[in-house]
């Protein structure tokens, strides 16, 4: 079955330096769907942990399978506009519409 529409729950505005998580997730698709997010349209990165010589200010935790992307310290640069795709591998991939996230 296709993923429906995902649901994102994106704060509108988080204060600099707090742990902040973004949640992404449907019900219908069949198998489970993954979830990819995108910051300012951009596919953001799966990593895990402070990201390293290469990406020094990932301050992200992205987890594919639960739609779950979390910021352990937010900062200014983490502003911007978030939405997320899911997919299944089973017709179209679906995604919610685009919030913006203040910090």
Not at 29 to 53: C, D, F, I, M
Request: net charge positive; charged share 20%.
């Amino acid at each position: 079955v296709a993923p429906s529409t995902p649901v994102c729950e994106v704060p509108s505005s988080a204060m600099t330096g707090t742990v902040v998580e973004l949640s992404c997730k449907e019900t219908e698709g069949s198998p489970p769907s993954h979830y990819q997010w995108y910051k300012n349209g951009v596919a953001l990165l799966e990593k895990t942990g402070r990201g390293n010589a290469r990406t020094p200010n990932i301050t992200y935790t992205m987890n594919k399978k639960s739609g779950t992307l979390l910021f352990n310290t937010v900062t200014k640069n983490d502003t911007g506009e978030y939405f997320c795709e899911a997919s299944n591998g089973i017709g179209l991939s679906q995604k919610c519409s685009v919030k913006r996230m203040q910090v």
